[in-house]
Nanobody, 126 residues
């Protein structure tokens, strides 16, 4: 399994970014894919999860309404669309795969995911 994130960068408050997670090495859709972020000195926190057997993606309440997640099965890529970015969104963003078709409850913690990408830095300036 290989996951490659891209799309991070340095933006101003209120800007948008779209992160991509290109997946390979497994049948896309067979596993749940999550997005996490980790700010300096903070624990890694789950942002969203999309699973084949879930009705709709799960999104963390603190970013709901600003962040959306969707997948393109043909491209084997999952996207995290981030709008109205705030300085507190500054973090390294990771995508991860859990070897299950449904997302762990409430997105789950990092320990419930089996494979990780290298991360992409998102910095939001005031």
């Amino acid at each position: 399994v290989q996951l490659v994130e891209s799309g991070g960068g340095l933006v101003q408050t209120g800007a948008s970014l779209q992160l991509s997670c290109a997946a390979s090495g497994f049948t896309f859709g067979d596993y749940a894919i999550g997005w996490f972020r980790q700010a300096p000195g903070q624990e890694r926190e789950g942002i969203s999860c999309i699973g084949r057997n879930d009705g709709s993606p799960f999104v963390r309440s603190s970013v709901k309404g600003r962040f959306t997640v969707f997948s393109d099965n043909m491209k084997q890529t999952t996207y995290l669309q981030m709008d109205s970015l705030k300085p507190e969104d500054t973090a390294v963003y990771f995508c991860a795969v859990a070897k299950r078709r449904t997302c762990p409850p409430f997105i789950g913690g990092p320990q419930q995911y089996d494979f990780w990408g290298q991360g992409t830095q998102v910095t939001v300036q005031v």
